[in-house]
Nanobody, 114 residues
Framework: QVQVVESGGGLVQPGGSLRLSCAASGSIFSIAAMGWHRQAPGKQRELVAV???????HYADSVKGRFTISRDNAKNTVYLQMNNLKPEDTAVYYCYAVQGGTYWGKGTLVTVSS
């Protein structure tokens, strides 16, 4: 089993920044990818960003140029640097790790509001 735990959410004003962290632990031998999805109130969960073990990344169009995903393979940790945050970025952010199956964290709330 793989456990995934997010941290770093909170309240930020529009235009501000936050950095989310996500650590995977447990029976880890080769995590293929780690990433973030988010779910805003009343909306479906959507992909935000993902990084493969080789370093390749993919972003949702809505966050390109504002969010940066990075990964520390030695620590089995992934980060999401979020800049120029907008009210529409308000959501619960879920981290996941892919190793055979997909393992999800419980989520961390990001609220962008003045």
């Amino acid at each position: 089993q793989v456990q995934v735990v997010e941290s770093g959410g909170g309240l930020v004003q529009p235009g501000g920044s936050l950095r989310l962290s996500c650590a995977a632990s447990g029976s880890i031998f080769s995590i293929a990818a780690m990433g973030w999805h988010r779910q805003a109130p009343g909306k479906q969960r959507e992909l935000v960003a993902v990084v493969a073990d080789g370093g390749g990344t993919h972003y949702a169009d809505s966050v390109k140029g504002r969010f940066t995903i990075s990964r520390d393979n030695a620590k089995n940790t992934v980060y999401l640097q979020m800049n120029n945050l907008k009210p529409e970025d308000t959501a619960v952010y879920y981290c996941y790790a892919v190793q055979g199956g997909t393992y999800w964290g419980k989520g961390t709330l990001v609220t962008v509001s003045s």
